[in-house]
C-alpha cells in the first residue's frame, strides 16, 4: 500500500512539475522568422487596407521592433512595435527598465495600434502622399519623420522586405477598404 501511496504522490508531482515546465515553455516560445511572418502577415495586409500604411514596412517594423515576436515585449506585453506609453494611453502598461511601453490583449491590438499611432501624428502625415508601393520611400520617410533613432533603421527596414519579398505583400492593397483614422 504504501509504495502505491508512494507511486501516486510521485506521479502527481511529476504532472505538476511538467506542467509547470510546458506552460513556462509556451511562455517563452520562439517564433523562427519564417514563422513569424507566417503568423503575422495577414495582421500586416489588413492594416494596409484599413490604414493605407504599406504591409511590408508595417511587418519589417514589426520583426525588427519585436525580434520577431521574440521581445520581452511582444511576449509579455503583445508589444510589437516597442511603442512607449503617452500621456493619452489609457489602456495597460508594461514597465521596461527606466520605460514605460504599452500593454495589448493582443498583437493584432498592437498592430492596430501602431497604424493608428502613424496615421494620427502630424509628423508622419507626408508619408500619405507617397505612393503605398514604394517601400523605399516610406522606409526613409519614416526614418526622416524621427519614427527611429538608429541612423540605419530605413536600411534595416529595406534589407527585410528585399531578403524576405515582403513587398509582394503590398501587391494585395486594395484603396477601397481603406479607412481614414482620426
Given amino acids: 500500500m504504501r509504495k502505491i501511496v ?8 511529476l504532472t505538476l512539475i ?20 507566417l503568423t503575422f502577415r495577414n495582421y500586416a495586409l489588413k492594416e494596409m487596407n484599413r490604414s493605407g500604411i504599406p504591409a ?20 509579455f506585453a503583445n508589444n510589437h512595435f516597442g511603442i512607449k506609453c503617452k500621456p493619452d494611453w489609457k489602456g495597460e502598461t508594461y514597465p521596461l527598465g527606466n520605460d514605460c511601453y504599452k500593454k ?27 505612393n503605398i508601393y514604394d517601400y ?10 524621427g519614427y527611429a533613432e538608429d541612423p540605419n533603421y530605413a536600411y534595416s527596414l529595406i534589407a527585410l ?3 524576405y519579398k515582403l513587398h509582394r505583400l503590398d501587391s494585395l492593397y486594395t484603396p477601397a477598404d ?4 482620426k
Avoid: P
Fill in 56 to 75: 511590408s514596412i508595417i511587418l519589417a517594423q514589426a520583426i525588427l521592433e519585436s525580434a520577431f515576436g521574440n521581445s520581452t515585449l511582444a511576449i
Fill in 6 to 13: 508512494l507511486l501516486c504522490v510521485g506521479i502527481v508531482a
Fill in 104 to 130: 495589448y490583449s493582443s498583437a493584432l491590438d498592437s498592430y492596430r495600434d501602431h497604424s493608428n499611432h502613424i496615421r494620427s501624428r502630424k509628423w508622419y502625415q507626408n508619408l500619405f502622399s507617397l
Fill in 161 to 163: 522586405i528585399e531578403r
Fill in 136 to 145: 523605399k520611400a516610406w522606409a526613409f520617410g519614416l526614418k526622416q519623420d
Fill in 178 to 181: 481603406t479607412v481614414i483614422i
Fill in 18 to 37: 511538467c506542467s509547470n515546465v510546458s506552460s513556462e515553455y509556451a511562455k517563452n516560445q520562439k517564433y523562427t522568422l519564417g514563422d513569424y511572418i
